[in-house]
């Protein structure tokens, strides 16, 4: 059974930094592209981070390039979400996602066949 474990959300205050931790059980992260994505109240869930499966190719959405950055550890079946300088725009539910058949980073979620449960980010004015 496929698993995927998101840690690392909380309540900071605007400007300061998360790091969002995506760990799978039952499938080899070296051998997916991965994502994470987020979810507003009352809102659709948004791509806001992409990598391929070897990091050579990332992609994010506008709002947060520059201050989030996805990163990857094959070896721990680990993925990151380092977030900085958040804002309160930033509070959202956060998902993990893996695609079997991505080649490159993508932030479409039907091209996502594994998803996690989330992890809340709140960020407080």
């Known amino acids: 059974q496929v698993q995927l474990v998101e840690s690392g959300g909380g309540l900071v205050q605007a400007g300061w930094s998360l790091r969002l931790s995506c760990t799978t059980c039952?499938?080899?992260?070296?051998?997916?592209?991965m994502g994470w994505f987020r979810q507003s109240p009352g809102k659709g869930r948004d791509g806001v981070a992409g990598?391929?499966?070897?990091?050579?190719?990332?992609r994010y959405v506008n709002a947060v390039k520059g201050r989030f950055t996805i990163s990857r550890i094959n070896e721990k079946n680990t993925v990151y979400l380092q977030m900085n300088s958040l804002s309160t725009e930033d509070t959202a539910m956060y998902y993990c996602?893996?695609?079997?058949?991505?080649?490159?980073?993508?932030?479409?979620?039907?091209?996502?066949?594994?998803w996690g449960q989330g992890s809340r980010v709140t960020v407080s004015s």
């Open positions: 990598i391929n499966w070897d990091g050579t190719s990332t």
């Open positions: 996602a893996a695609s079997s058949h991505a080649v490159v980073a993508t932030l479409l979620p039907d091209q996502y066949n594994y």
């Open positions: 039952g499938l080899r992260v070296g051998d997916e592209s």
